[in-house]
């Protein structure tokens, strides 16, 4: 079926994310994975291109254009050439940071931060889980107290994207340790922040070359205008920003979904097995059509929650259901993918090996599958009660 969810200014981007990717990702993405680190320059390259900040306003340096379809974009040419380490770094900032700072910062915050981010000049970070806390965040331990004019922060976070590369990072911890939930906040910590020290980037099954980290803060101290949103509304600032957030891994899940399909239906029609293509052998063209229509009902779905994110109505439901199920359709095509590629599928310097292995995290960070269902029967339940 034909896509409608694009229009000319969106494939005139496209053009240029295109040519960003092939000049500045191609050449440098089999040594990044080696290194297991990317380069910061492909940051700033990005920044000069306006691929970052694209939702901040012009005054502060970005495009000025909150519409996710341009973030759309980009992922899919990312996923197209199978880099989705620096595809998760952007995502992250782009996705997930970005938005705290557009609705909950200060002015003076965002002139104080945004125009470094917009420019790649400054890498951002969320770190919410804890060793004792992963989707269940009302278990978290870092605290914040009031000291004189500022906050000191202790604790330590772990599975940090963009943990090693981050200038700024927005952590979550307690400020009140009686209030559950409502004695949360959010606070903005740089850099050189004395106290402020990184653990090892983690060696992760896949996305290699991502830096995912450990980070502690120990007597961390910054100041009141560091705070973000409102002191005791951590808790639920994340909750609303949930939406997009799993949003935003949904629709990387599809976009590595395709990606995949693209190389596979390629090697089936090169690929030779008793004197025919292996796309010709019934099993194989069977388990094509179930895959390409499974992805293309998906997208149908992920098109409509993408418009509905750039209306404002995307519902926390609706998001869980887009993230459990693409999610868990990416590590079930890309298995088959593998399998159809035969023992090349299982050499690095095919694609779909490095896929596989990126695509296992997809269905654990920003909520496993589980809590995804449970945030949907509870809905249901609801619903059930009301009738």
């Known amino acids: 079926m034909q896509r409608t969810l694009y229009d000319r200014d969106h494939q005139d981007f496209r053009a240029m994310v295109r040519q960003f990717v092939a000049r500045e990702v191609v050449p440098n993405q089999q040594r990044w994975e080696q290194e ?32 996710f379809r341009y973030r759309s974009v980009v992922k899919e040419e990312l996923a197209r050439v199978g880099a989705a380490s620096l595809a998760a770094g952007f995502a992250i900032q782009d996705d997930i940071v970005l938005p705290y700072l557009l609705d909950l910062a200060t002015d003076e915050q965002k002139q104080r931060w945004l125009p470094g981010i917009c420019a790649g000049e400054a890498v951002t970070a969320i770190a ?21 004019d500022g906050w000191v922060i202790d604790g330590a976070k772990t599975f940090i994207t963009n943990g090693i590369h981050a200038d700024l990072v927005i952590v979550l911890t307690r400020t009140d340790p009686d209030a559950g939930a409502k004695g949360m906040s959010l606070f903005a910590v740089e850099r050189d922040t004395p106290g402020f020290t990184r653990g090892r980037k983690l ?8 830096d995912t980290a450990e980070l502690f803060f120990d007597g961390v101290r910054v100041p009141a205008a560091n705070l973000i949103g409102t002191e005791g509304q951590g808790f639920i ?46 099993h194989s063209r069977f388990l094509l059509a ?27 439901v609706d998001a869980a259901k887009a993230k459990w199920w693409a999610t868990e359709l990416q590590t079930k095509v890309v298995d088959r993918c593998v399998q159809l590629h035969g023992g090349y599928g299982y050499m690095l310097e095919y694609p779909i090996a490095r896929a596989f292995l990126d695509s296992r995290i997809q269905t654990i960070y920003g909520g496993t599958t589980e809590i995804m269902k449970e945030i949907i029967g509870r809905d249901l339940a609801k619903r059930k009660a009301v009738r």
């Open 36 to 67: 297991r680190l990317i380069d910061r320059s492909v940051w700033t390259a990005a920044g000069r291109q306006g691929l970052l900040g694209i939702a901040v306003p012009g005054e502060y340096g970005g495009a000025g254009q909150d519409d």
């Open 128 to 148: 919410m889980t804890e060793p004792g806390a992963g989707s269940d965040l009302q278990g978290i331990r870092a605290t914040a107290r009031r000291d004189g």
């Open 203 to 210: 060696d992760k099954v896949g996305l290699h070359a991502q």
């Open 290 to 316: 179930e895959l390409v229509t499974e992805a293309e009902v998906t997208r149908a779905y992920l098109d409509s929650a993408i418009l509905a994110l750039n209306a404002g109505t995307l519902t926390a």
């Open 237 to 282: 600032h994340l909750v609303e920003r949930l939406p997009r957030e799993r949003l935003s891994i949904a629709v990387a899940a599809q976009c590595a979904i395709e990606a995949a399909l693209d190389w596979t239906l390629d090697y089936c029609a090169e690929r030779t097995a008793f004197g025919q293509p292996i796309r010709d052998f019934q």
